[in-house]
Nanobody, 122 residues
Framework: QVQLVESGGGLVQAGGSLRLSCTAS????????MGWFRQAPGKEREFVAG????????DYADSVKGRFTITRVNGKNTVYLQMNSLKPEDTAVYYC???????????????WGQGTQVTVSS
């Protein structure tokens, strides 16, 4: 059973920073890529960032490159998303996701957590 639990969301002013965490249950964590998605009101869920099983490869949406950083600590079954220089358009529910494979190449994910709200005020 795959369970992903996100935390770290909140309200922040534009230009500020937040760090999201996602802790996974089960023994699968080190076998798969992990990622972050987000969904703003009235919009479809979109890919934000991904990291390979070892952490050696990362992948970012163009909209967050240079501002967000994804990392993972396999010994803690945890993946992080450091978000800097936040903008009002980053406001969304952020979801942690488990990859279908170990790599990030195809942005293929098959399980999501419940999400954590991030609100950026202008």
């Amino acid at each position: 059973q795959v369970q992903l639990v996100e935390s770290g969301g909140g309200l922040v002013q534009a230009g500020g920073s937040l760090r999201l965490s996602c802790t996974a249950s089960g023994r699968f964590f080190t076998l798969y890529a992990m990622g972050w998605f987000r969904q703003a009101p009235g919009k479809e869920r979109e890919f934000v960032a991904g990291i390979s099983w070892s952490g050696g490869r990362t992948d970012y949406a163009d909209s967050v490159k240079g501002r967000f950083t994804i990392t993972r600590v396999n010994g803690k079954n945890t993946v992080y998303l450091q978000m800097n220089s936040l903008k009002p358009e980053d406001t969304a529910v952020y979801y942690c996701a488990k990859g279908r494979t170990a790599d990030v190449t195809f942005r293929d994910y098959d399980h999501w957590g419940q999400g954590t709200q991030v609100t950026v005020s202008s």
